[in-house]
C-alpha cells in the first residue's frame, strides 16, 4: 500500500514537470524559434511580398493562440463531481468512498487526481489533468490546432532545412540522426544544421503521434462514447452524432471550434447526472 503511494506520488511529480515543460517551455519555444529563425530564411527562399508575410505571421498567431489557449482552458477547467448533485430530483447510484459523494452517470474516481470527474474520458498524462465533461472541447480542440500547427510547420520546413544542403547530403542529414554510423559515409561536418534535421524529424513523428490520438477522440466523441467506454466496449449511448457534438462543444460549437475563449454552455439535459 505504501509502495502504491509512493509510485503514485513519483507519478505525480514526474506528470507536474512533463506538463510544465509541454505549457512554459516546448509550446513557445517552438513558435519563438519558428518566428525568429525559419521565418527571415523563408522569406529568401519564397521571396514573400508583405502581404503573403503579414497573412502567414496571422495565420501562425492564430494557431498558436489557440493551441495556448485551449491547452490553459483544458488545465483551468474545473471538472469535479459538484458536492450537490447537478440535477437534485435524479437519483444517483455508485458511489465514491475517497471523495464521499454519489457518482453521475459517466463520472469516475481518478487515482492521479484524487478527485471524481464529471464525465471523465481519461486521465491525460501530457497535461497531468482528467480530461471530461467540461473540458473535453478544449481538449479536442488543442489537438486539431497543434495538428494543423505541425502539418503547417512541417511542410515549411522542409524547405528551410532542405534549402542547407545538396539534396544527397539531406538525405543523409536525415538518416543520421537516427544511425550516427551513417556519418561515415559523408564527408559532411556535424553542425548547428543537424539540429534542425533533428526538428524536423520529432515534427514528423508528432504529426503522426497528433493526428492518431485526435482521430480516436474525434471517433469516440461523435459515437457519444468516453475513451473509458471504449476500452471497456460499452456501447450504450447510440445518440445522434450532432447530439453528440454539442455535448462536447455546446451551443455555440460553430464559435467554439475557432475561438477558445468564446462561451459555449452545454445542453442542459440530465444526460450525465443520471446513475449508469
Ligand atoms: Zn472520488
Ligand atoms: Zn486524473
Redesign the pocket.
Given at each position: 500500500m505504501k509502495q502504491n503511494k509512493k509510485l503514485l506520488l513519483c507519478r505525480y511529480i514526474f506528470e507536474k514537470v512533463m506538463a510544465f515543460g509541454l505549457i512554459f517551455l516546448l509550446t513557445p519555444g517552438y513558435y519563438i524559434f519558428h518566428m525568429t529563425i525559419v521565418r527571415p530564411y523563408l522569406i529568401k527562399i519564397f521571396k514573400m511580398g508583405t502581404a503573403m508575410h503579414v497573412f502567414h505571421v496571422f495565420l501562425s498567431l492564430f494557431i498558436f493562440i489557440n493551441v495556448c489557449g485551449n491547452m490553459f482552458l483544458a488545465l483551468l477547467t474545473d471538472n469535479r463531481?459538484p458536492r450537490m448533485s447537478l440535477c437534485q430530483n435524479e437519483k444517483f447510484g455508485r458511489y465514491?468512498?475517497?471523495?464521499?459523494?454519489e457518482?453521475p452517470r459517466k463520472s469516475?474516481?481518478?487515482e492521479t487526481c484524487?478527485?471524481?470527474i464529471l464525465r471523465r474520458d481519461h486521465h491525460c498524462f501530457f497535461f497531468s489533468r482528467c480530461i471530461g465533461l467540461n473540458n473535453q472541447r478544449y481538449y479536442i480542440m488543442y489537438l486539431t490546432y497543434i495538428s494543423i500547427g505541425l502539418i503547417y510547420s512541417t511542410y515549411y520546413d522542409y524547405f528551410f532545412v532542405s534549402s542547407m544542403y545538396d539534396s544527397y547530403d539531406f538525405i543523409i542529414a536525415l538518416l543520421r540522426v537516427f544511425n550516427p554510423l551513417v556519418s561515415f559515409i559523408s564527408t559532411e561536418p556535424v553542425g548547428i544544421r543537424d539540429l534542425y534535421v533533428l526538428f524536423f524529424d520529432l515534427n514528423v513523428i508528432f504529426i503522426f503521434w497528433a493526428t492518431t490520438v485526435l482521430w480516436f477522440h474525434v471517433k469516440n466523441m461523435m459515437m457519444g462514447i468516453t475513451a473509458y467506454e471504449h476500452k471497456k466496449i460499452i456501447r450504450s449511448d447510440m445518440t445522434k452524432w450532432n447530439e453528440n457534438l454539442l455535448n462536447v462543444f455546446g451551443k455555440r460549437w460553430y464559435w467554439a471550434v475557432l475561438w477558445p475563449f468564446v462561451e459555449s454552455p452545454l445542453p442542459r439535459s440530465n444526460n450525465f447526472s443520471r446513475i449508469d
Open positions: 463531481v465514491c468512498v475517497c471523495c464521499k459523494l457518482q469516475f474516481h481518478c484524487g478527485v471524481c
